[in-house]
């Protein structure tokens, strides 16, 4: 069998050098992926819808939020009647949920014991 050679302090500082390059490397093309992936999420989502639409004879009424509108719709049918609907959309308030603690029972006791932590 023949021995392996003996690597050089040149051979090993070169190693060395390679190793930090790919981890450095690593790392960037790391921060790069999470950069490009959130950006990607953020793009694509779109959010929640912030107002509510209320149809009243084919009109649509449409409320944003701390905002109120009204819409008036005319239509004649066809025996010669006209009807007016008018809508009127105003947000609430809705009261923010509490937050209880939970309840903790601590109990105590005494008295030898051991503790081991598996080792040998």
Same mark, same amino acid.
């Given at each position: 069998? !023949?021995?392996? !050679?003996?690597?050089?302090?040149?051979?090993? !500082?070169?190693?060395?050098?390679?190793?930090?390059?790919?981890?450095?490397?690593? *790392?960037?093309?790391?921060?790069?992926?999470?950069?490009?992936?959130?950006?990607?999420?953020?793009?694509?989502?779109?959010?929640?819808?912030?107002?509510?639409?209320?149809?009243?004879?084919?009109?649509?009424?449409?409320?944003?939020?701390?905002?109120?509108?009204?819409?008036?719709?005319?239509?004649? !049918?066809?025996?010669?009647?006209?009807? *007016?609907?008018?809508?009127?959309?105003?947000?609430?308030?809705?009261?923010?949920?509490?937050?209880?603690?939970? *309840?903790?029972?601590?109990?105590?006791?005494?008295?030898?014991?051991?503790?081991?932590?598996?080792?040998?």
């Amino acid at each position: 069998m !023949n021995a392996a !050679n003996r690597s050089t302090p040149a051979d090993r !500082n070169r190693a060395v050098a390679r190793l930090r390059a790919l981890t450095i490397g690593t *790392t960037i093309a790391g921060v790069a992926a999470v950069g490009a992936f959130g950006t990607l999420a953020a793009v694509s989502y779109s959010g929640h819808a912030t107002g509510a639409t209320a149809d009243v004879d084919g009109s649509t009424t449409s409320v944003s939020s701390g905002t109120s509108s009204s819409s008036t719709s005319s239509s004649s !049918n066809s025996s010669g009647a006209s009807t *007016t609907a008018t809508a009127t959309a105003t947000p609430t308030a809705t009261a923010a949920p509490t937050i209880q603690p939970a *309840t903790t029972t601590i109990t105590t006791t005494t008295g030898g014991g051991q503790v081991s932590s598996g080792g040998s």
